[in-house]
């Protein structure tokens, strides 16, 4: 009898004599981006330093694509917007100490989005590692300490021999659902050296998968199938796992209402008769879900966003899948199903039973009035005409990118995404700068359709170098800058808590003078004509920014008592 593990793969002719005759003139680097090529990957981020060198020039003998950054954070925003268009680990080349620290915001933001990057660092020589204390260039007692508390997982290496090992776990790492960044450092010494190791020809990393537990899904499709009022909360892990399809099928077979959290816009269809849209943060919606006598929380753990900042308390049974084993039950007790999405929806169409309910279509209706209601009592014309003039122009396929800024914050709420994956945010660990480079990875994933950047001056500024990386490689980006003179989201919180703001207001640049002088097309817009002049720039090839000078204002929320 033959075992699984029994059998071993035998090299081919081609592979022998790749073996047997490496070519001269390889390093440790090399071993790095044979790796990388032999997994799959075939773009790669970053910024060159003079302890990764030996990688950045062992690209020079791969067909690997490399697209570099100006800054290591926005590399790192470039490479996870890169792994959630594609699905694939994104490579991340970074070098020691102040370069490998500059990203970790960003590989911030991929750990809460679940954006699979394979972030590659150099170290210091071997002989410093350990807290060595040598007194290298960049040197840090335990540079990989920095990143424990943020990446999914960490590997060190200290021999060549280690090399194509330990990516290839880290690859596994990165694509195991819950999907998420890792870490992998390397010695400067370990990347220059010569070496006799044998091309890397291949790769063998295949993601464990994660099936839901049969028993808990029996009990939760028995719940569901005797709901009187079934509900369904859908987050970033229906998007993550491509499981809007079954998600839908579920939906309607239980007609079940579902609303979308800010990470999972665009998982469900947002004119479907039992779409409650994006309105989380809205005291109506909470409401609504309370009143589920079972709530169905797939790829979400009802965070503070999601939760309409904790005010959400659930007075029916809550089922919960979740990937992320942290975030089970984390906020509200459930029956917790530790899964992968896409395989717990599955086993739930294969067991649940069809409901009918008659009244469910007409619940949704009623509630989303009542939000437009609530909304149009606040005269907000001008936010959700920019709004609307933003949806018209993109097309209807494009993925866009938006920063911290009020009108990001305008659609995590209302802003039909027209398809999974289509909108990403940085809702996760909500730091500013995402947008552009995140657009610009996107871009770099696929060619094929225009992308969209959204930020505010503020958080503009944080990627201002990046229109250089735009112009350089061609990237078709279209940056819409809505300039308010300032944070302008923070600028409301202050006056709202404090009756004045402190630190909020900038002396701006003129951004499309900017823009033009790194030879990226730039126009001023206004309200009224921002829908033709967005829809221009997306039918022009290459990267261009269109600035909107207007203040904006949030609608208010519902969270703090208000009505």
């Not at 990203?103 to 699979?116: G, H, N, V």
């Not at 201002?464 to 819409?480: C, F, H, K, N, S």
């Not at 300032?486 to 003078?513: C, H, K, Q, S, W």
């Not at 817009?525 to 039918?539: G, H, N, S």
């Amino acid at each position: 009898m033959t075992h699984d593990h029994d059998l071993v793969l035998r090299p081919t002719p081609a592979q022998t004599e790749a073996a047997l005759n490496p070519p001269p003139g390889r390093n440790g680097g090399d071993l790095v981006v044979e790796t990388l090529a032999g997994l799959g990957a075939t773009t790669v981020f970053g910024l060159p330093g003079q302890h990764a060198l030996g990688m950045f020039d062992a690209l020079r003998r791969s067909d690997l694509r490399y697209i570099g950054l100006r800054v290591e954070n926005n590399a790192g925003f470039a490479a996870d917007a890169y792994g959630r268009i594609t699905g694939e680990a994104a490579p991340l080349l970074l070098s020691t100490g102040p370069g490998a620290l500059t990203s970790l915001a960003a590989l911030q933001e991929a750990a809460a989005a679940s954006a699979p990057v394979l972030a590659i660092s150099s170290q210091v020589p071997t002989a410093g590692l350990g807290g060595g204390r040598r007194g290298y260039l960049h040197e840090l007692p335990d540079q990989a300490a920095s990143f424990r508390g943020v990446v999914k997982s960490v590997h060190t290496v200290r021999t060549q021999s280690q090399i194509p090992s330990a990516i290839e776990a880290a690859w596994t790492s990165a694509l195991t659902a819950p999907h998420g960044p890792v870490w992998v450092e390397i010695p400067q010494d370990v990347l220059l050296a010569e070496t006799a190791i044998p091309v890397v020809t291949g790769g063998d990393a295949f993601p464990e998968e994660l099936p839901p537990r049969p028993e808990l899904t029996a009990v939760a499709a028995d719940l569901l199938s005797k709901a009187a009022r079934p509900a369904i909360i859908a987050g970033g892990g229906v998007v993550r796992a491509d499981a809007s399809g079954k998600l839908k099928q579920l939906a309607v077979r239980l007609q079940a209402p579902v609303v979308t959290t800010p990470g999972g816009k665009g998982a469900f269809p947002w004119t479907h008769p039992l779409s409650l849209q994006s309105w989380i943060e809205d005291r109506h919606t909470t409401d609504f879900l309370e009143d589920a006598d079972v709530l169905l929380v797939v790829g979400s753990g009802l965070g503070e966003l999601s939760s309409n900042y904790h005010t959400f308390k659930p007075r029916g049974r809550v089922v919960q899948i979740e990937a992320d084993l942290g975030k089970l039950e984390s906020n509200h007790p459930a029956l917790g199903i530790h899964a992968d999405a896409r395989l717990a929806l599955q086993a739930l169409l294969e067991t649940v039973s069809p409901r009918e309910d008659a009244t469910a279509a007409d619940r949704v209706r009623d509630l989303l009035a009542k939000v437009a209601d609530r909304i149009a009592a606040q005269e907000l014309t001008l936010e959700q005409d920019v709004l609307a003039s933003v949806r018209t122009a993109l097309p209807a396929d494009s993925p866009s990118f938006w920063d911290m800024t009020i009108l990001a914050y305008w659609a995590w709420s209302a802003f039909d995404a027209k398809g999974p994956n289509h909108m990403h945010s940085a809702q996760g660990a909500g730091g500013l700068g995402y947008a552009f480079p995140a657009a610009l990875g996107a871009a770099a994933a696929d060619p094929t359709r225009p992308v969209l950047a959204v930020s505010g001056d503020g958080g503009a500024l944080y990627s201002i170098a990046e229109l250089a990386t735009a112009r350089q490689y061609g990237l078709d980006v279209t940056w819409l800058i809505v300039d308010d003179g300032g944070y302008g989201i923070l600028r409301e919180y202050m006056n709202d808590a404090f009756g004045e703001a402190t630190g909020t207001e900038l002396p701006r640049p003129d951004f499309v003078a900017l823009a033009e002088s790194f030879g990226v097309p730039g126009v001023r817009t206004t309200p009224e004509t921002l829908e033709k002049d967005l829809a221009a720039a997306f039918a022009a090839p290459g990267p261009r920014v269109v600035v909107l000078p207007v203040v904006l204002r949030m609608f208010a929320p519902t969270h703090l008592g208000s009505d």
